[in-house]
């Protein structure tokens, strides 16, 4: 039998799958159903030590190059089935001690100073240009453009619901007074920022480093007749001057790194006003300093890392603000992953003609699997309701959140 048989067998407790290995021989692993079994089919002779060695990075890479064919099932019908066997284990010690080595290597060596934040930033969200900005206008809601987690009050709500959902939950944390001045770090393309605007009448500030994010905003602000209340600016966070009534961060964390957690609160704390309200809103994981998985990082978002909440209490403490509240977002991001992936592959012809073949498969491993780690292993999303001290909020109270 081989290496990536037995790992399959010994990883798959609930169903199964038939493995084709380069030879073309055939191997059951787990339980597989009788009719129309998912089949895992190995086009290349090294992936059968890589698989072992490095899972989390080959697989991927594989499955991009067209070096691994799934029959029977979607990618994420695929996926699903691994990682709800896997869990919050993980998949070999191989990978893991690679990660972990990884993780530290990337402690040690990565400064997420302004100049690199920026092209990280850019790598992403600048993406392809002209082409990145229609990518992003097929899979996001079409009203906000929001590309972070989604609140789904109710199992039937569209994507465009769920995120003007989430926009209104994080208003009521804001707690916003009529007059006030706000600062959207991490901006994204303008939505929460407009949003705000329009409900509360307030003053809005939104800064990103992605030069297509500020020039999309700002021809919205003027198409919305918002430039009078709304500006943009291309600027790191630890740049920005002057004080604000409220900041909110929705998606940002995850780019600062590690080292800088203690300076992003100390910013936070030195543009917020003593009676101020911040909300920070992040992906986390719900197991302490989890290595980064590789594929993301050198795909999707490099420099990109995910807190615990440990990692992130200790800097708030650090910095004199208060975590007056703290809610965990679950089974809320896997829902909004799979409504992206959904419109990425009914579009998958356009996005091939932008791009290519390959530009396709990385999107779609990146959005799926995202989508089960979610939903099976370690990764929440953290709403953080910072404070200065305890008259900013009413005592004892959260009924004005949900009102």
């Not at 039998?1 to 030879?23: E, P």
């Not at 990618?75 to 893991?96: A, C, P, Q």
């Not at 073949?357 to 929440?380: I, T």
Request: glycine share 6%.
């Amino acid at each position: 039998m081989s290496a990536v048989a037995r790992l399959l067998n010994k990883t798959l407790n609930q169903g199964g799958i038939i493995l084709v290995d380069y030879s073309g021989q055939k191997f059951i692993c787990g339980n597989p159903k009788k009719e129309k079994p998912i089949t895992l089919k190995l086009l290349k002779s090294n992936l059968n030590w890589k698989l072992i060695i490095n899972p989390d990075l080959s697989f991927p890479e594989a499955y991009i190059e067209g070096n691994i064919i799934i029959e029977n099932a979607t990618l994420s019908e695929f996926l699903n089935l691994i990682f709800k066997n896997i869990g919050r284990k993980e998949i070999t010690r191989s990978s893991y001690f690679l990660k972990k080595f990884f993780q530290h290597w990337r402690f040690v060596s990565n400064f997420n100073f302004p100049g690199k934040s920026r092209k990280d930033i850019q790598y992403h969200y600048d993406i392809g240009g002209v082409k990145g900005e229609k990518l992003y206008d097929i899979f996001l809601d079409k009203k906000h453009r929001q590309y972070s987690c989604a609140y789904f009050k109710h199992v039937k709500d569209t994507l465009e619901e769920a995120q003007q959902n989430k926009i209104d939950h994080i208003i009521k944390k804001l707690k916003i007074e009529p007059g006030q001045k706000i600062l959207d770090i991490g901006c994204g393309w303008g939505g929460l920022a407009f949003e705000i605007a329009k409900q509360t009448k307030c003053e809005v500030k939104g800064i990103s480093l992605s030069k297509n994010q500020i020039n999309y905003c700002n021809e919205k602000a003027k198409e919305y007749n918002l430039d009078n209340q709304v500006s943009f600016e291309l600027i790191d966070y630890r740049d920005i001057k002057g004080t604000f009534d409220r900041i909110v961060s929705v998606g940002m964390l995850e780019h600062t790194g590690k080292k800088f957690y203690r300076t992003f609160f100390k910013t936070v704390n030195r543009l917020l006003k003593d009676d101020g309200i911040s909300l920070i809103h992040t992906i986390g994981t719900i197991d302490y300093s989890q290595p980064p998985a590789p594929f993301i990082q050198k795909y999707i978002f490099p420099g990109g890392v995910v807190p615990s909440l440990s990692e992130l209490i200790n800097p708030i403490e650090k910095t004199g603000l208060i975590a007056n509240d703290i809610e965990t977002l679950i089974r809320h991001y896997d829902k909004t992953l799979e409504s992206w992936l959904e419109r990425v592959r009914e579009n998958k012809g356009k996005i091939k003609d932008m791009f290519d073949e390959k530009f396709y498969r990385m999107w779609e491993f990146y959005l799926a699997s995202c989508a089960s780690v979610f939903k099976y292993k370690d990764l929440v999303v953290f709403q953080l309701q910072l404070v200065k001290n305890f008259d900013s909020i009413p005592s004892n109270r959260r009924d004005y959140i949900y009102i």
